[in-house]
C-alpha cells in the first residue's frame, strides 16, 4: 500500500498499467499507445517511486523483455507478483468470446458494443476481435452474418471509410453507416469543422 494514494485508486491505476501493456504485448493496440504513458510515469516523477518503477518494467516487456526475475529486480514485492501475473496473462492464449454472449446480442447492441470498444474499452475489443472473426469465418452462418462480422472486424481495426458498407446485407447497413458517421465525427478536430 502506498502512502500516496488511496488504495482503491492506486490498484485501479495499476490494473490500468498492466491492461494495457497486455493488450499491446498481445498486439491488440499499438505499443506506441502505451509505451508513451508508460515511459511519461516511469520518468514524470509525479507517481510514487515504486510505481515508477513499476512503469519502467513495464516498459521493457513491450520491448520484448520476459525474465521476470530482471524485470522484477527492483519491484517492491507485491509489484514483483503483479508483473508476475502480467507476464502470465501475456503469455494465455485470447480469450474466447463467450458464446451465450454472442448468442445474446442483437444486431444493435453489437452496433453499440463496437463503438464502446473503439472508443478504448480494451477488454471488450479484444472480445469483439475475436466474436467477429468467429462471425466472418462461421460457414454455418448466413453469408450476411459472415460479411457484418467482416466489416465490423475491419472498424475494429480503424478503417473509417464508407466503401467498407458494400460488404453489409441492406438490413445492416444503415446501422454501421451510423457508426461511421459517428466514430469519423469523434475524429474530427476543432481546427477541422468549420
Known amino acids: 500500500m502506498s502512502e500516496h494514494l488511496p488504495d482503491d485508486t492506486y ?8 491492461t494495457m501493456t497486455v493488450a499491446a504485448a498481445k498486439g491488440i493496440v499499438p505499443v506506441g499507445q502505451v509505451a508513451l504513458p508508460l515511459a511519461q510515469i516511469a520518468n514524470g516523477g509525479l507517481a510514487p517511486p515504486e510505481v515508477c518503477a513499476f512503469a519502467r518494467a513495464l516498459s521493457r516487456i513491450l520491448q520484448g523483455e520476459r525474465d521476470p526475475a530482471r524485470l522484477a529486480h527492483e519491484l517492491t514485492p507485491e509489484l514483483a507478483e503483479v508483473l508476475r501475473d502480467t507476464l502470465a496473462r501475456i503469455e494465455a492464449p485470447l480469450p474466447e468470446a463467450d458464446e451465450a454472449e454472442a448468442v445474446g446480442l442483437t444486431f444493435e447492441e453489437l452496433v453499440e458494443k463496437v463503438a464502446e470498444a473503439c472508443s478504448g474499452e480494451v477488454m471488450l475489443w479484444q472480445q469483439l476481435w475475436t466474436l467477429t472473426q468467429q462471425l466472418a469465418d462461421d460457414s454455418s452462418l448466413p453469408p450476411e ?17 464508407k466503401f467498407i ?14 457508426l461511421l458517421d459517428w466514430l469519423n465525427g469523434r475524429a474530427v478536430t476543432p481546427e477541422d469543422s468549420r
Open 145 to 161: 452474418i459472415r460479411g457484418l462480422g467482416a466489416v465490423l472486424r475491419r472498424i475494429l481495426a480503424g478503417e473509417r471509410q
Open 165 to 178: 458498407l458494400d460488404e453489409l446485407a441492406p438490413q445492416h447497413r444503415w446501422a454501421v453507416e451510423q
Open 11 to 18: 490498484a485501479e491505476k495499476i490494473e490500468k498499467m498492466v
